[in-house]
């Protein structure tokens, strides 16, 4: 019997012996791996949840012509005769609304009862290219397909919308608006590029960089804005 008295030599042989032990652990034990706590919630599981509520860029807005329609926005992809004193209004998307409630209460249990499914950027984390390098900032305007950039406003205005959570509204951003610096080049196309550091506010990243395929095209210095489209 090879386990009597105290030789630890005896013990680790029995042990061998009977499956309790291999030689290869003994000789090179690994550390024991989990992706659960100790309420035995899998977050490999939880992660991949929530890549459902990671936010993208839904659209790019403009302004639409005429003096009238001032905060009236329409699409900007290909948009043309756009005023050059246009605003630009971003909204972003996720697709939370593909989970189903049990998905919804596994992500409760890992990130608590008061986690927002919905969309809510972090304004803060949007920072607009004010000068002429296209390699600042995260949100880019450019003329010339992004080699150099057109100032924007550092400024960014947030669109709050009101929604409920257990019973109790609060305020969340799923777009923002920003300015140009100054009135853009006529008869001239702009690109918007908006780049994956933006984060809502359970600090995800967007799911990958934005950038419009045909832009927008401004109108001529002759034109009247009569309030038409």
């Given at each position: 019997?090879?386990?009597?008295?105290?030789?630890?030599?005896l013990?680790?042989?029995?042990?061998?012996?009977?499956?309790?032990?291999?030689?290869e652990d003994?000789?090179?034990?690994?550390?024991?791996?989990?992706?659960?706590?100790?309420?035995?919630?899998?977050?490999?599981v939880?992660?991949?949840?929530l890549e459902?509520?990671?936010?993208?860029?839904?659209?790019?807005?403009?302004?639409?012509?005429?003096?009238?329609?001032?905060n009236?926005?329409?699409?900007?992809?290909?948009?043309?005769?756009?005023?050059?004193?246009t605003?630009?209004?971003i909204?972003?998307k996720?697709d939370?609304?593909?989970?189903?409630?049990e998905?919804?209460?596994?992500?409760?249990?890992?990130?608590?009862n008061?986690?927002?499914?919905?969309?809510?950027?972090?304004?803060?984390?949007?920072?607009?290219?004010?000068g002429?390098?296209?390699d600042?900032?995260?949100?880019?305007?450019?003329?010339?397909?992004?080699?150099?950039?057109?100032?924007?406003?550092?400024?960014?205005?947030?669109?709050?919308e009101?929604?409920?959570?257990?019973?109790?509204?609060i305020?969340?951003?799923?777009s923002?608006?920003?300015?140009?610096?100054?009135?853009?080049?006529?008869?001239?196309?702009?690109?918007?590029?908006?780049?994956?550091?933006?984060?809502?506010?359970?600090?995800?990243?967007?799911?990958?960089?934005f950038?419009?395929?045909?832009?927008?095209?401004t109108?001529?210095?002759?034109?009247?804005?009569?309030?038409?489209?």
């Amino acid at each position: 019997f090879y386990a009597q008295g105290n030789d630890t030599k005896l013990l680790e042989k029995l042990l061998l012996t009977s499956g309790l032990k291999k030689s290869e652990d003994k000789e090179n034990p690994q550390p024991e791996v989990t992706t659960t706590d100790g309420d035995g919630i899998d977050f490999n599981v939880v992660n991949s949840l929530l890549e459902k509520v990671q936010p993208e860029v839904d659209k790019i807005e403009i302004e639409q012509t005429g003096f009238i329609n001032d905060n009236v926005f329409v699409q900007a992809e290909g948009a043309e005769l756009v005023r050059k004193n246009t605003q630009i209004k971003i909204t972003f998307k996720n697709d939370s609304i593909s989970l189903t409630e049990e998905e919804k209460q596994t992500i409760r249990n890992a990130k608590g009862n008061d986690f927002i499914f919905d969309v809510d950027i972090n304004y803060g984390s949007i920072i607009a290219s004010n000068g002429t390098s296209a390699d600042e900032g995260n949100v880019i305007l450019s003329n010339d397909n992004f080699v150099t950039a057109t100032p924007l406003n550092y400024s960014v205005q947030p669109i709050r919308e009101t929604i409920t959570v257990n019973e109790q509204e609060i305020d969340v951003i799923k777009s923002v608006i920003l300015k140009p610096q100054n009135k853009l080049e006529a008869k001239t196309n702009f690109k918007l590029k908006v780049k994956k550091s933006i984060l809502n506010n359970s600090n995800q990243q967007l799911k990958e960089e934005f950038v419009m395929n045909l832009g927008f095209t401004t109108s001529s210095t002759t034109i009247i804005d009569i309030g038409l489209q």
